[in-house]
């Protein structure tokens, strides 16, 4: 009941959070408020019983994304902002799509029961057996670092090469020093 | 008791159209980059909902408990977390970069010097 209550709650404040970053004025206040929202969306994670994402949130979403932006914020900013204004292309399209969505969710089964169609493939076999197998308590753990050690290999890869990216766009030739 | 239903997923739809929203109409790449964090999030929030077990306890084995959330989005979301920020790392060198060739990082004014 409580836990239901909560995540209500906390799914509107996400909400009315998300709606500020968007329409805050100047790019400060909305990298943090953006953090905010970081931080909000952790605190959801948890009502949801994802400890181990809301961890990860509140440490990489909420730290290192704003700190990212805020210093890319330092060697790029002070840049007048144009005045918001309606784009009424935008708001058809995302009207229109939204619709779409809302249309295709119905379809859906309900938020939290246990026979969900999404719980009944793969997820029992982790948990009942993962304790005997890889012999930690934590299933999260054994799932991304045994069962599916090859995405986390992946996901290193996509870190290594968006690295490699960034290293080579911040530290090459500048166009004055090239004439 | 509350019945949830299917509102965490409205709320989800909500989150991303207004991210999409963020990212067709500010011009700040800076910005824009802030709308598709938004619409990452949005997707996240999907996944652990899908996720989620009503009464079940978060996916660490203890003796005595029975039901328990799904692990498995939780893995493949915690993957998408850090491939997602390093996407905006990329994003925001990009950013600065554009910042240093053509002094501003706003859509509209990138356009105007070029025409």
Same mark, same amino acid.
């Given at each position: ?5 909560? !995540? ?6 996400? &909400? ?8 805050? /004025?100047?790019?400060? #206040? ?18 949801? !019983?994802?400890? +181990?994402? #809301?961890?990860?949130? #509140? #440490? ?14 330092? /060697? ?8 918001? @204004?309606?784009? =009424? ?13 809302? =249309?295709?969710?119905? +379809? ?6 246990? +026979? ?10 982790? &948990? ?22 090859? +995405? ?14 960034? =290293? ?5 030739? @500048? ?5 | 008791? $509350? ?34 964090? $938004? ?37 493949? $979301? ?19 970069? $554009? ?8 859509? %509209?004014?990138? %356009?105007?010097?070029?025409?």
């Amino acid at each position: 009941m409580i836990e239901e209550l909560i !995540d209500v709650l906390l799914l509107v404040a996400l &909400l009315l959070v998300a709606l500020q970053v968007i329409g805050s /004025r100047g790019l400060l #206040a909305a990298i943090m408020t953006f953090g905010a929202f970081s931080l909000v969306c952790a605190g959801l994670f948890i009502t949801l !019983d994802a400890v +181990d994402v #809301a961890f990860t949130e #509140a #440490a990489v979403g909420a730290g290192v994304a704003t700190l990212l932006m805020l210093a890319a914020l330092r /060697r790029c900013g002070g840049e007048p902002e144009e005045s918001p @204004r309606v784009h =009424w292309g935008g708001l058809v399209t995302v009207l229109v799509l939204g619709g779409l969505l809302v =249309w295709g969710i119905r +379809d859906l089964p309900p938020v939290g029961l246990a +026979d969900n169609p999404a719980h009944e493939h793969v997820a029992p076999r982790y &948990l009942e057996q993962s304790g005997t197998e890889i012999g930690i308590p934590n299933v999260v753990t054994s799932v991304l670092a045994s069962y599916r050690g090859f +995405d986390t290999l992946g996901e290193v890869v996509v870190i290594f090469t968006a690295g490699l990216g960034v =290293w080579l766009l911040l530290s090459g030739r @500048r166009p004055e020093e090239e004439e | 008791m $509350i019945d949830l239903g299917l509102y965490n997923y409205w709320i989800v739809i909500a989150l991303m159209m207004s991210g999409l929203y963020a990212l067709i109409a500010r011009g700040n790449l800076i910005r824009k980059l802030i709308g598709l964090n $938004i619409f990452q999030a949005s997707v996240f929030l999907l996944y652990i909902s899908v996720g989620f077990v009503r009464d079940g306890a978060a996916p660490i084995l203890a003796p005595d408990v029975e039901s328990y959330s799904n692990p498995l989005p939780h893995v493949l $979301i915690l993957t998408a977390i850090v491939v997602g920020v390093a996407t905006t790392a990329l994003g925001l060198a990009l950013a600065v970069r $554009i910042h240093g060739a053509y002094g501003s990082i706003d859509d %509209d004014v990138l %356009d105007r010097q070029r025409d």
